[in-house]
DNA sequence: ATGGTTTGGTAACAGAATGTAACAGTTGCA
DNA sequence: TGCAACTGTTACATTCTGTTACCAAACCAT
């Protein structure tokens, strides 16, 4: 099969050529881009599987791009900023934007979000988006949202702490996305100022969190099939989740 | 489908940033006004799903803008203050609030009054606010407000004390709205002087009297699918509650 | 292949929050 | 007036959750 075809949009050259380099050796192909007229230009020329687009481009903006390119377009866009604004992340889900890369970012993350946004093609979910009464199937479990209740593949429904939930939810609005320990903290936590790291125990706890629910949710928590580890950057719900209204 | 649009209107810069970032970081679309000059200006750019008021906004007064709002618009008001006069809150309810925080408030508690009233719609409802003649169903049992009797699934009468009543008003006037213990003391005792936190023996007094109405209408009081603990913040009636006049 | 470093798993502990049995004082009724 | 019911208070038990420390696994340099 081909491979897949990324356009990284950054007007930094370092940056560009570092991002460029990384994810050709990671096995892309990858066109630059430094504006809108050079997006276009890629865009026309053949088929572009995912784009990285960074919002602070010197005199265009980013996010009015992504709307712009929304228009007609339905390929993944994963935006790329140094801004640590709260509502900007919100604008970015707002106007199209699969994912929301903060720099700096550890390229192993960003390799992980782009192999994710790839796999489940374009699809909005945000860490913090969530419908409450909406019923997850995942994995043969089922989480009712608006009974607030799990029920495991037995049938018999297994009693979760407020926490332990509050992961799982997280989880359910994120699968196959890599999920570092702050993002999963800030989704749990919403006083949490974000994008700031964790302390040494506050990523901890959320190891902990994750052990505490591997051990209800995972047949072997030894061996977990659902929440896997993803070494260096975080966890991942490695299952695929059916979102029924309710 | 679209994120739930909010408008916080809050003259104190530090307060509505905060509360501004923490709704946004919630899921929210949210929009910030100063003054009911402002509140216009939002109201007329596009729609709002529900209104967070401050009470105390430097000349004005919410509770003149919440009255004023009504004449033109259905869009469910909550109201903010710090103040902890009794009967502000009852004024709140008479110009057409449809819920009202204290300040200080705990976040967890604004996004389950905001979830709670945004899932409810634009429906009077109150901590003390009671047609003392309506009948109301709930979770297969029947409470009788004009012959104060309690029917349980299977027909029969059950005896409530004066306390139990007096909780379970409460619960069925606020349906899937997490109430702290503060605000259900405040509702059964009315001389209490709102907003005051509650001694350690007085909390305790509301968990015991939880406890006893639990162990006469939950199928199993140990795990209570009625009355939910909402850990950090007090309890939830999670059952649906039809209303009927008598 | 080996040793050192980094990262993650998890058991154990501690403090906070909640459940509840028991007791005592109060209240209402016969 | 006596008694039963009611209700607040106390104390103990249980649950929840963050933190710490130890250990194992993974990774990297030599």
Redesign the interface.
């Known amino acids: 099969m081909s491979l897949p075809r990324l356009l990284v949009v950054e007007d930094d050259p370092e940056m560009r050529d570092m991002m460029v380099a990384f994810l050709r050796k990671s096995g892309f192909m990858v066109f630059p881009a430094v504006n809108q007229n050079e997006i276009t230009k890629v865009l026309d020329a053949g088929r572009i599987d995912l784009i990285l687009l960074d919002v602070m481009l010197g005199r265009e903006n980013g996010l009015d791009i992504c709307q712009s390119l929304r228009q007609e377009y339905e390929i993944p866009i994963i935006l790329v900023s140094a801004l640590s604004a709260?509502?900007q992340r919100?604008q970015g889900y707002?106007v199209g934007a699969d994912d929301y890369i903060a720099k700096p970012f550890n390229p192993e993350l960003l390799l992980a979000r782009v192999r994710a946004v790839l796999r489940r093609g374009h699809r909005s979910s945000?860490l913090?988006?969530?419908?409450?009464?909406s019923v997850y199937a995942f994995g043969g479990w089922t989480y009712d949202g608006k009974?607030?209740v799990v029920i495991a593949p037995d049938g018999f429904q297994v009693?979760l702490?407020?926490r332990e939930t509050g992961l799982l939810k997280v989880l359910l609005a994120n699968p196959h996305i890599p999920l570092t320990r702050e993002e999963i903290a800030?989704s749990l936590d919403?006083?949490r100022a974000?994008g700031n790291a964790l302390g040494t125990s506050e990523g901890r706890a959320i190891d902990v969190l994750v052990g505490r629910l591997r051990s209800k949710i995972e047949a072997k928590p030894k061996d977990p099939e659902m929440i896997r580890t993803q070494r260096g950057v975080g966890y991942v719900f490695a299952v695929d989740v059916v979102v029924t209204d309710g």
């Open positions: 709260d509502d919100m707002q945000s913090t988006y969530r419908r409450n009464t009974k607030d009693a702490s407020k800030d919403f006083t974000e």
